[in-house]
């Protein structure tokens, strides 16, 4: 049985509008009132009825969170956490996978604000001016692609973070260090921070920037890193460190390595970026830059309410998360495995 208000608001000996403001978080309820609201829903294992409240205010009670690809383990990490803050607000979150393309990226981008309240958007191909004709949904931007953009942005500082990842393994030594991950094309732009980072670390440390330790991938998946490391080794500028721009091709460059015979770190120290969980469990388990992946979908969700409940006039704002280095056994020995912040 399904209790109502009015269920609740007898048990407790109170008005229905009195229950109302307890379970609406309103603060003008005296103590003793609000305990014994709060101790009448428990007993009756009240829920509130979501999509009646939000029909009431126009709303649908949905969001949506479009990625470029849910099998790029950063991307299905983030969705967990932007699923879980969105849930304590009563929000369910429909997601899309856009693929990196311009037109299902407009698909995404097009959604309704009659089919959704508010849209988290990672975008790759649609640019600044794309995105400022959109109809009116409030929207929230992920990523690099667009800056200073039509919209609230939620960000980590990928220059800095990289210089930190670069500058470990310098720190250890290493002075023939590689990069795996550099994009040239127009949706590269998360790509061309990081490795600005990487070569901001070089320079700091008096090591000359060499086109030649510099890999391309086209795409970043186990796939490219392990091609990427391949074509490294057989250069002839053999690495003695590599950055990758990613975890996924720090994993597959760790396999190119092990095929080759080579020792990870003894041979070639080996440094990532997103700390994704399967980094945990490689072997050896892959030295990262851990962006605070929490905080990102928590700020996204807040930014994301925030202008859902009407605050639609104020100019857009960006929003910085937190990382850290994680040193773990493809840098470091076993048994010394800090968290540097």
């Known amino acids: 049985m399904r209790h109502r208000l009015k269920d609740v608001a007898e048990r407790a000996g109170v008005s229905v509008k009195t229950v109302s403001n307890v379970v ?9 009132t609000r305990a014994r609201v709060e101790q009448a829903v428990a007993d009756l294992n009240y829920r509130p009825n979501l999509s009646a ?22 991307f ?43 849209l988290i958007f990672s975008p790759l191909a649609l640019t600044a001016e794309d995105l400022a004709g959109l109809d009116g949904t409030p929207l929230v931007l992920l990523g690099e692609r ?6 609230d942005h939620v960000v980590i500082d990928n220059l800095a973070a990289a210089r930190k990842a670069t500058a470990h393994l310098i720190s250890l030594g290493r002075r023939r260090i590689a990069a795996i991950g550099a994009q040239r094309t127009p949706e590269g732009a998360t790509a061309r921070l990081r490795l600005a980072g990487y070569a ?52 597959g ?25 399967d980094g945990r469990f490689s072997i050896p388990t892959l030295t990262t830059i851990a962006p605070d992946k929490e905080r990102i979908a928590r700020l996204a969700v807040e930014l994301l309410a925030n202008r859902v409940d009407g605050d639609r006039r104020t100019p857009p704002r960006d929003a910085h998360a937190p990382y850290r280095l994680t040193p773990r056994e493809s840098t470091t020995p076993p048994a010394d495995t800090p968290t540097v912040s």
């Not at 693929?99 to 309704?112: F, L, N």
């Not at 667009?146 to 919209?151: E, L, M, R, S, T």
């Not at 090591?207 to 795409?219: G, M, N, Q, T």
Request: hydrophobic share 45%; glycine share 12%; aromatic share 4%.
């Open 253 to 277: 460059a760790l396999r190119a390595l092990h095929e080759a015979g080579l020792r990870v770190p003894g041979d070639v120290a080996v440094a990532g970026f997103d700390d994704i969980e």
């Open 200 to 251: 901001a670390a070089l320079d700091e440390a008096g090591i000359a920037y060499d086109e030649r330790l510099v890999a391309p991938a086209p795409a970043w998946h186990r796939a490219n890193g392990a091609a990427a490391m391949r074509h490294l080794l057989t250069s002839g500028v053999r690495p003695d460190a590599v950055f990758c721009c990613d975890d996924t091709l720090a994993l």
């Open 53 to 74: 409240r939000n029909l009431r205010k126009g709303r649908t009670g949905v969001i949506a969170l479009a990625v470029p690809g849910l099998d790029i383990p950063y």
């Open 76 to 118: 299905a990490e983030l969705a967990r956490h932007v699923v879980t803050a969105a849930a304590e607000r009563g929000w369910a979150v429909l997601i899309d996978q856009t693929g990196g393309g311009s037109e299902r990226e407009r698909v995404a981008a097009g959604i309704g604000d009659h089919l959704i309240d508010g």
């Open 24 to 32: 609406n978080g309103y603060q003008h309820v005296r103590p003793d």
């Open 146 to 151: 667009v800056d200073h953009g039509p919209a």
